[in-house]
């Protein structure tokens, strides 16, 4: 187990080395775009290209909160008793 820890902490510093490397190359920055993001380019973007996958992002990630709700759920008798004031016979 310490051997997997070990490696995931090396690939992700190693990961972390290439994007600042990639990031910093003067070839990302050089060329400039004479347009300018708006925020409805952003919205007409978000409603019409991207309205089917973020619906689908949507219900993985309500489905993802209705499992760790019913995880965390603790239905042991003696916190069951606790909870609703009653005694055990």
Do not use: C
């Not at 290209?49 to 995880?71: F, K, R, V």
């Amino acid at each position: 187990m310490k051997l997997i820890s070990l490696f995931t902490r090396v690939g992700l510093l190693a990961l972390g080395m290439i994007l600042v490397s990639v990031l910093s190359a003067d070839s990302v920055w050089a060329n400039s775009s004479d347009e300018y993001p708006t925020t409805s380019g952003l919205a007409d973007s978000l409603l019409n290209d991207w309205a089917l996958p973020l619906l689908i992002l949507g219900i993985l990630m309500s489905m993802a909160m209705i499992g760790a709700a019913y995880l965390v759920r603790d239905e042991r008798m003696e916190n069951l008793l606790w909870e609703f004031g009653g005694e055990e016979e």
